[in-house]
């Protein structure tokens, strides 16, 4: 196809298309499946179906090369992703324009984050948020999952970001809980180990369990890690407080680790070599949690909401 219908272009540019049309058939280019897509929309894949068919309907052209196990953009659909992702932008910011007009927010949020996520999710979900909303005030503090679960249980805490929190104590404390994303574990070694230079991701059945140094307990990426590895408390040679202590002894050869893919990706050393787990691939559960009974402050919504808005971009960077 060497050109575009006039037809798809005079939509484009009279804006004829729904907007949640335009979110679907982004998440389908992104996902590359119906079903992955669907699943991540929240409707049913023959509802997302009929969505694009009517959007392709509407334009006048195929946007997408249907195989039986993923999809490929046509012409059509590589043009009007670009345009789509830009009128959703638009779209985002003209709410959010309305919504902060319409209120002024001030109060404080109190944030608490685990230390393995505090220093690299944190920052990212609030940048900016001080230049749009400059009366409110935020306290972050850094503690372990079942602290944080705990104080914002008795109202200590206004907002918690946690990983693999137990269905328990969601249920006890009665908190609202919602994924944020998934993020690989990944065994971080010595650059000198033999399993440093292994192609390819490492057997669960060949991590050198007898050289694992743990976090402290308490530490959810302990356990995380004594499950992983299948580890006693009572077999760990080393263990440290802090995963930049952890990281540190790593460089100097002094054992291996589990850590987070965000870890691994905001400390780069020659010294260490980070690689794939299979067989199988373990991760962690990033959520966000907050009191299912209490009316939500302005200032509480606001930090949702502008979290909410950055998501997109940190997805793309996970």
């Not at 659909?77 to 902060?100: K, Y």
């Not at 220093?119 to 749009?132: C, I, K, N, R």
């Amino acid at each position: 196809m060497i050109g575009y219908s006039y037809r798809s272009i005079a939509l484009l540019s009279c804006y004829l298309m729904e907007l949640r049309q335009l979110r679907y058939f982004c998440t389908v280019a992104e996902k590359g499946n119906f079903t992955r897509a669907a699943k991540a929309c929240n409707v049913s894949q023959p509802s997302l179906s009929q969505q694009i068919i009517g959007l392709e309907n509407e334009l006048g052209e195929p946007l997408f090369i249907r195989h039986p196990r993923r999809i490929e953009l046509t012409e059509a659909g590589e043009m009007l992703l670009t345009h789509a992702r830009n009128m959703l932008r638009e779209a985002e910011a003209a709410e959010l324009a309305f919504r902060r007009r319409t209120t002024n927010v001030e109060g404080t949020v109190k944030i608490g984050a685990i230390p393995t996520i505090a220093p690299y999710l944190v920052p990212s979900l609030l940048s900016g948020f001080a230049e749009h909303f400059p009366s409110v005030r935020i306290i972050i503090r850094e503690d372990t999952t079942s602290a944080q679960v705990e104080l914002l249980g008795k109202s200590e805490l206004d907002l918690a970001i946690v990983s693999d929190i137990t269905t328990a104590d969601r249920k006890r404390w009665s908190l609202h809980f919602r994924e944020i994303f998934r993020e690989r574990l990944l065994l971080a070694l010595p650059s000198s180990h033999e399993l440093a230079t292994r192609s390819g991701a490492i057997p669960l059945a060949e991590l050198p369990r007898d050289e694992i140094i743990l976090l402290t307990e308490g530490h959810c990426l302990s356990e995380q890690t004594m499950k992983v590895c299948r580890l006693e408390r009572s077999n760990e040679k080393l263990e440290c407080g802090q995963i930049e202590t952890l990281l540190a002894m790593i460089e100097e050869g002094m054992g291996v680790g589990i850590v987070p893919e965000m870890t691994a990706r905001n400390h780069p050393s020659p010294r260490i070599t980070y690689q794939a787990i299979c067989d199988p691939e373990p991760a962690r559960v990033i959520a966000l949690l907050r009191r299912k009974s209490e009316n939500l402050s302005t200032a509480v919504r606001a930090v949702l909401n502008y979290s909410r808005e950055q998501m997109p971009s940190i997805h793309r960077a996970i």
